[in-house]
């Protein structure tokens, strides 16, 4: 068996043209506001990555870059104008954040409306709770992903490997919200290997480099790949590819497969939270 490559650039690229349609029809032009705080490099060149999207979408793009010894009261100061901007649809906080500033405190300062990163508690609490909010971009992304893909979800056993807010958490509760039957495994989970050969989809979201290895899935499996590590010059995910490619009957590449989704879905919670405030 070799696995059916769930290619997320192409997946991607179409989604930002469909947007890109959407935007050009509109008596407006969507604003994202992206804010970053410090010269980190990965972070200024996923940035960049973020403008030049968002900007081929038709949408206009700020970055409020402010210096790294900035301290909280003006990041909180920045971001209330931010929110009381009428051309500003969306905005995004850049992480990590220096130390000296609490990343709790900064994103629940932003306006829930306007929390294209979804990461807000209301938001949080909103998708908990099967409600309509702002859904995190990455498992947004990971969502479309499968859609595309074919996978059917209802009555599917999924585990996400990942238990943080930022993508574990949100995309069981979007996997449950899509009636699949979902297990969150973590670093406390007895006989990890077992629970990952039981299911039927697995998303591997730990941030460890080839952790996964081919015997721990079930063959025929749907794998998403969340992980973006190095390893020995190389870039990897969270799953040793070759090996999962020779079980699974998909499985998304590193890189290639769930980040190029991350930003093509910022690009969409930015639309969807422009219609939103503008629409009557």
């Known amino acids: 068996m070799t696995a059916r490559i769930i290619d997320g650039k192409a997946i991607a690229a179409a989604l930002r043209a469909r947007l890109a349609e959407r935007v050009a029809g509109l008596p407006f032009r ?29 949408i206009a793009a700020h970055t409020v870059r402010l210096p790294a010894d900035t301290s909280e009261a003006a990041v909180l100061a920045r971001l209330a104008l931010l929110n009381a901007d009428p051309a500003i649809d969306a905005i995004l906080v850049q992480l990590p954040l220096p130390a000296h500033i609490g990343t709790q405190t900064v994103i629940e300062a932003i306006d829930p409306a306007k929390d294209v990163d979804g990461f807000h508690p209301l938001n ?11 859904v995190p971009c990455t498992p947004l992304g990971i969502m479309k992903l499968l859609a595309e893909a074919g996978v059917p979800l209802a009555g599917a056993r999924a585990l ?98 769930v980040g190029p989704m991350t930003i093509a879905c910022l690009l969409e919670n930015t639309l969807t939270a ?3 405030r503008r629409t009557p």
């Open 30 to 58: 969507p604003g994202l506001a992206v804010v970053m705080v410090g010269d980190d490099t990965a972070s200024a060149v996923y940035i960049r990555a973020k403008d030049r999207a968002a900007n081929a979408a038709g």
């Open 124 to 134: 949080a609490g909103r998708l908990a709770s099967g409600n309509p909010g702002l």
């Open 160 to 257: 996400v490997l990942g238990r943080s807010a930022i993508v574990g958490r949100p995309t069981a509760a979007l996997l449950l919200g899509a009636n699949a039957t979902v297990t969150v495994a973590h670093s406390r989970t007895r006989d990890l290997a077992a629970e990952c050969r039981r299911a039927d989809i697995l998303v591997a979201a730990v941030g460890k480099p080839e952790l996964v290895r081919g015997a721990w899935i079930a063959p025929g499996a749907v794998v998403v790949d969340v992980g973006i590590n190095r390893l020995g010059g190389r870039l990897v995910g969270d799953v040793a590819f070759a090996e999962a490619r020779a079980v699974a009957g998909a499985v998304t590449p590193v890189p290639g497969g």
């Open 274 to 276: 422009a219609l939103r």
